[in-house]
């Protein structure tokens, strides 16, 4: 898709926040996105899929596994509940539980009544439900730009039971500047030199508070290391972590706004990267 066909007004690109907040949002942020969203052609990218995958998807799969163990120990739904938090995967990770009781909270708006039925929708979401409610109403083909591995449509696995007759599912492992994957990345930043020098040069204004502007001095210090010339420090968390939010920015056509909880990153970046100011909202 030529992003230059688009124009002001056509269109919103979806970031991740916002592709998760109208699947497990509240009823008033679902309500606010689809205002937002309503005669709009909706734009996303592989890369936020790919996020999506990684965030929401994967600690669906910790539930379902979780709920799994729990009912093998003939345990009811609440014991299952209070094992959650005290998953090695969620223990001391208040960011990670959060999605995870947004995923379990999402089986409620049907009522179910046993923990087996709270395990086959889990399965459900994990093989079909999710990826069809993040595609809902998006264009089709979604955006291709970084080419990062990590966006590729690899198949979830599926873990065959030790014991009991249930299965367990994972997604593949994550990208990591060891293992260099036969990737985009390299050319998506040789192509965007300029814009990699505009956020290694960003200014953040004095107002910013400390934890933001921590956050923003790291993009400024990803940018820089890539326009080093350091090959493998383009990979890993470099990619999908300290530089996704800039990837993203660069992945939407410069006509169209982005939709995104996250003001504190996509507010500076699109201001330093000459992007429309994006469309921010409180989850």
């Known amino acids: 898709m030529d992003s230059a066909t688009w124009e002001a007004g056509e269109g919103v690109f979806l970031e991740t926040t916002a592709a998760a907040e109208r699947v497990f949002g509240l009823p008033e942020t679902i309500e ?84 087996k039925e709270a395990i086959q929708r889990l399965e459900n979401d994990i093989r079909y439900t999710l990826k069809q409610l993040f595609f809902r109403g998006l264009q089709s083909p979604l ?55 505009a956020v290694a040069n960003m200014k953040i204004p004095s107002s910013t508070k400390k934890n933001i502007r921590t956050e923003l001095e790291e993009f400024r210090k ?14 890993g968390k470099r990619c999908y972590a300290k530089m996704a939010d800039t990837i993203i920015c660069l992945e939407c056509p410069p006509g169209v706004p982005i939709l995104s909880s996250n003001q504190n990153h996509y507010r500076p970046l699109c201001q330093t990267l000459r992007r429309l100011d994006p469309i921010c909202f409180r989850p």
């Open 32 to 115: 606010f996105i689809d205002g937002i969203c309503q005669d709009k052609t909706l734009l996303s990218s592989t890369y936020v899929w790919g996020e999506f995958r990684r965030t929401f998807l994967y600690d669906t799969i910790i539930c379902h596994t979780v709920f799994v163990n729990s009912l093998e120990r003939q345990e009811d739904f609440a014991t299952a509940l209070k094992r959650l938090p005290r998953f090695e995967k969620f223990l001391y990770k208040p960011r990670k539980l959060r999605r995870a009781l947004d995923v379990i909270a999402r089986l409620h708006e049907t009522p179910f009544e046993s923990l």
């Open 222 to 235: 990803a940018a820089q290391v890539i326009l080093e010339g350091k090959p493998i420090e383009v990979y």
């Open 143 to 197: 955006l291709k730009g970084a080419g990062c591995r990590m966006t590729a449509e690899s198949p979830i696995e599926t873990v065959p039971p030790a014991s009991g007759s249930y299965s367990t599912f994972k997604l593949p492992s994550k990208c990591t500047q060891k293992e260099r994957p036969a990737c985009g990345i390299i050319s998506f930043w040789k192509e965007r030199m300029e814009d990699l020098e």
